[in-house]
């Protein structure tokens, strides 16, 4: 079971942290993802975390403004959001993988129920 949380309201410029809190499996047999939904669109890739943690992956349009972290004692993924763009406005979805850093939906099992995020201009 993944668990969002940390969604919320904030005004263009600033920082939000999504965490997700796993369950019910082994968690370092993971890789983690976030993906995030806006409204009318499709589910798009956001970062990808490596099951040790050592390795990530970020998509272009977050890249040096997200940063993705785990933490393995915890069973915890968090997404730390800077810089934060009205275009970053839409459900956040946190999953995991078996599959080596995977940039596609297809290829996570298991997803989260998504957490808000608005950015006001």
């Known amino acids: 079971q993944l668990v969002e949380s940390g969604g919320g309201l904030v005004q263009a410029g600033g920082s939000l942290r999504l965490s997700c809190a796993a369950s019910g499996r082994t968690f370092t047999d993971y890789n983690m993802g976030w993906f995030r939904q806006a409204p009318g669109k499709e589910r798009e890739f956001v970062a990808v975390i490596s099951a040790s943690g050592g390795t990530t992956f970020y998509a272009v349009s977050v890249k040096d403004r997200f940063t993705i972290s785990r933490d393995n004692a915890k069973n915890m993924v968090y997404l730390q959001m800077n810089s934060l763009k009205p275009e970053d406005t839409a459900v956040y979805y946190c999953?995991?993988?078996?599959?080596?850093?995977?940039?596609?939906?297809?290829?996570?099992?298991?997803w989260g129920q998504g957490t808000q995020v608005t950015v006001s201009s």
């Open positions: 999953a995991a993988s078996s599959f080596k850093l995977p940039a596609q939906a297809v290829m996570y099992g298991y």
